[in-house]
């Protein structure tokens, strides 16, 4: 093992302490590694939707020694040896007290004790007083993000002060804030996610001028939206340095890039993710929007983790995805994957993302999460899907739509909607299997990107195909004003080998206020539990028309044979 | 006025305490409450409060008798056992807090065996009566903690100790103390879930009043034992930490109070018998 050692003087244990507590904000634990060229502290939050990383050049050590010298080297990149990562917890017992460790402290040195396998932390205080803590560590791999900040055409260059005062402008229970950009002001507002009535909600806006920023760039027009949890532990940070504080970011769906670069001595870099809201307009159009967005929107950001222990690949972090396979963390999915639902939005999918998230197997954790357009090939999804759905209005990110493209001027009858919605969602009309039919349901996605289609399919559902595609129908055009959903979520049970996707009639919440929808959409199953109705989106399975005349009432929920036809 | 209106009844009485602030009181018995009863003794010396846990802990409080303005006392030794938790209630009957100028005078008495523990309080006119039932005292532990048999005595002052241990790492069960004639000297040691913290003292610091190590000792204690110690060392201004040969610990604490006069609190814990180094 190599044998690193550095030791911190006591002016700088303030920044180096404050750059701990800010991780902390961002992630559980936080890696450690020394390199030639510094130290590097970063951490990453459970969805992979925040990413913070500290660079701590030599020249801010009072003695900095990375490694013993090459005879003890056995790695093969030639690098330190010593990457691994600690709880947060245990390194916070050794900051704990800012203040008093300013007031007290005079040096903190670093060492790793080979022996022991342990990360050492003395403080040599005053009064002769040293503490001495012994920290375990996990070895690990390197955690690093690929982003590219400098090609970013929007650049905002601030003292923290500014953005200190701004944020506390809001509440401090707001998960997420927006950040608009344009050539003559700047604004930031408070997200209102999903509200079914926006006047129910604070909305806070505040507006600053060019004039407010060191540096100002606005190259294209953005509205990104992320977390403003993250941005606190960022201004944390920023505050005590009174360094100026560079936002380099795109547009919403891109990441937006938070760096302190201007110290000599070190380098504080943070990535979070931004949500990705698509217009919801056509579903055609949308959805050709949406794709292209997607495909621009790819993500750029990864996460290379290679761990080998895991084989799997990183996570992807887009809630809708099925293929949330996190490897890092054994937290829980559901959790990651409406915190990305709420961080991001993804106007569905981009291939490329997709494609990234497959090929690379080992790694490749996508730090813009974008939902894949095809997540749920490999897995059912984990997400329940009323997570999801949420409110109808757009931007509808988590929502499960369904797709109601066409089909609402067809709404007078009932039957041909479900075929149209059948056939929408299902590339081969006819009866498709029922293991088929969650491949359907994902190919038919390729026409209509923006949908989402949230089925979950009890079994039967050969009986109840035709009635739910009656229902579908109805349903679909219920929901014509949706469109498309950030995120695909499918929550497909066990689709009957039926195309067409139904539409049960209790998806009425889920937004859509056709009125032309039929009536007969509106009604909702008695006694059925929420779940289920964003859970039965539609199944398709056949086109049938006859089947979904006489459904038109009532959601099926259990397969009658009686109202099939 | 007390004394004028009572001093016909107060010769009934074998314990007669009086004192301008009971707020004294109140603070250095509020340092060793960590159990609801303790136990009372009061001698013409001055009264001393005794408080126990899990047969291994104990924690006294000395109220000398030049600290009230009046002690009057017919026995040589008087031993009840009270509720901790309402005498401190009834003593900070007008309120916990200090207000600057106010003091609370309090008038203690006691008849006797069998009689009830008499709280007389007075602030600004308004006067208290407190009757606390008094029960039969049990036998307090002795430590046997005589100075012949102690190994290593350091005396330091508090400030630098207070940090130790309201940072102590409450995921370790125990604390490790180490006194030694060399490095570290004295080391205070935690070993919890993130790792073990030690925090060390030299013995030329200017913390340091007297080091008077022997030989070196490394003894386990229970936290949850020495927990409580915290709010005496809170208060204090100086601590004595001593061990003995068989490795039990006493800790001295030097509180001065309000008006300048010193208490003194003490700890003894019995060490962690698994993994007891002892004597190296």
């Known amino acids: 093992m190599c044998s690193m050692k550095c030791t911190i003087p006591g002016v700088n244990l303030k920044v180096f302490g404050r750059a701990i507590q800010s991780l902390s904000k961002i992630g559980d634990e936080l890696y450690f590694e020394p390199l030639e060229d510094g130290l590097y502290l970063r951490a990453v939050n459970m969805c992979r939707s925040a990413y913070g990383c500290f660079q701590f050049f030599p020249n801010f050590f009072s003695n900095y020694i990375d490694s013993l010298p090459d005879k003890n080297r056995n790695s093969d990149d030639g690098e330190a040896l010593l990457r691994c990562k600690l709880g947060m917890k245990s390194i916070l017992t050794v900051f704990k007290s800012l203040p008093t460790i300013d007031k007290t402290v005079e040096k903190c040195r670093i060492a790793l004790d080979p022996t022991e396998a342990r990360l050492v932390f003395q403080m040599y205080c005053r009064h002769g007083i040293i503490k001495t803590h012994k920290l375990a560590f996990t070895e690990c791999e390197t955690l690093q993000a690929v982003f590219s900040k400098d090609l970013c055409p929007n650049k905002l260059t601030a003292v923290p002060k500014l953005l200190c005062d701004a944020v506390l402008n809001f509440q401090n229970n707001q998960e997420e804030i927006t950040l608009i950009i344009r050539p003559d ?25 060019p004039e407010e920023f060191e540096q100002y760039q606005a190259g294209v027009d953005a509205d990104v939206t992320f977390c403003l949890r993250e941005l606190r532990a960022v201004l944390a940070f920023a505050d005590i340095t009174s360094l100026p504080l560079t936002l380099q970011f795109e547009t919403a769906g891109r990441p937006i890039t938070l760096s302190i670069t201007s110290d000599q001595s070190f380098e ?17 159009a949308a ?51 409406h915190h990305s639902a709420t961080v991001r939005d993804r106007p569905g999918t981009s291939h490329a993302a997709d494609d990234m998230m497959n090929d690379d197997e080992d790694f490749s954790v996508m730090m813009d999460v974008t939902a894949p357009e095809e997540p749920y090939t490999s897995q059912p999804p984990t997400t329940v899907p009323e997570k999801n759905t949420r409110g109808t209005e757009q931007p509808v990110r988590k929502k499960v739509i369904f797709r109601h493209d066409t089909d609402d001027e067809d709404d007078e009858d009932g039957w041909h909607l479900n075929a149209r919605a059948a056939e929408n969602f299902i590339n081969a009309a006819g009866s498709v299997s029922s293991e088929d039919r969650h491949a359907k349901i994902l190919s038919s996605k390729e026409k209509d990107v923006n949908r989402v289609a949230t089925v979950v399919q009890d079994h039967s559902k050969q009986i109840q195909t035709s009635s739910e595609a009656a229902q579908t129908s109805s349903g679909s055009s219920s929901t014509g004003g949706v469109h498309n959903v950030g995120r695909t979520f499918l929550s497909l049970k066990s689709g009957s080998g039926d195309t067409s996707p139904v539409v049960p009639m209790q998806n009425t919440n889920l937004q859509s206020e056709s009125d ?14 929420p779940m289920k109705k964003f859970r039965s989106l539609f199944f398709g399975t056949q086109s049938s028309t006859q089947s979904t005349q006489s459904q038109q009432k009532s959601v099926i929920l259990a397969p009658d044979s009686d109202e099939e036809h | 006025m007390l004394s004028t209106q009572r001093a016909g009844d107060d010769s009934q009485y074998l314990l007669v305490a009086k004192l301008d602030n009971a707020r004294s009181v109140s603070n250095i018995l509020k340092a060793i409450h960590f159990k609801d009863t303790a136990i009372i003794f009061a001698s013409p010396m001055g009264i001393k409060v005794t408080v126990e846990d899990a047969k291994c802990v104990q924690a006294n409080a000395f109220i000398q008798e030049a600290i009230f303005h009046e002690y009057n006392i017919k026995a040589d030794q008087l031993a009840f056992k009270i509720n901790l938790t309402v005498l401190l209630e009834c003593l900070t009957i007008f309120g916990s807090s200090a207000v600057p100028g106010v003091c609370t005078s309090l008038k203690m008495c006691y008849a006797g065996y069998g009689c009830p523990l008499i709280l007389m309080l007075e602030e600004e006119g308004v006067l208290t009566d407190c009757s606390l039932k008094t029960l039969e005292p049990d036998e307090v532990l002795d430590f046997d903690f005589c100075s012949t048999n102690v190994v290593n005595k350091i005396i330091m002052k508090s400030e630098c100790l207070k940090e130790v241990f309201s940072e102590l790492d409450t995921t370790s069960d125990v604390l490790q103390i180490l006194m030694s004639p060399d490095e570290p000297y004295l080391q205070f040691s935690t070993f919890g879930n993130a790792g073990s913290s030690h925090s060390s003292f030299p013995k030329d610091s200017e913390m340091m009043e007297s080091f008077q ?68």
């Open chain 2, 213 to 280: 190590c022997s030989k070196t000792q490394t003894n386990r204690y229970k936290i949850s034992l020495l927990k409580p110690s915290v709010k005496a060392l809170a208060l204090s201004a100086r601590i004595s930490i001593r061990t003995d040969d068989r490795g039990f610990l006493s800790m001295q604490y030097m509180i001065k109070l309000e008006d300048g006069q010193i208490c003194f609190v003490e700890y003894f814990c019995s060490p962690d018998e698994e993994v007891n180094d002892g004597e190296d």
């Open chain 1, 516 to 529: 032309e929808s039929d009536n007969e959409v509106e009604e909702e199953i008695p006694a059925t539990p």
């Open chain 1, 268 to 284: 504080a870099n943070f990535v979070l993710a931004t949500l990705a809201e698509v217009e919801a307009s056509e579903p055609s």
């Open chain 1, 287 to 337: 959805a050709g929007a949406q794709e292209s967005s997607l495909r621009k929107s790819g993500s750029h950001e990864r996460f290379r983790n290679t761990r080998k222990q895991n084989g799997k690949s990183s996570v992807n972090r887009n809630s809708s995805n099925n293929t949330y396979t996190e490897k890092q963390q054994s937290s829980k999915p559901e959790h990651s994957l």
């Open chain 1, 185 to 209: 002001f700047m604004a930031l507002k408070n997200y209102v996610d999903d509200e079914a009535d926006p006047h129910k909600v604070i909305h806070t806006e505040l507006t600053l001028s």
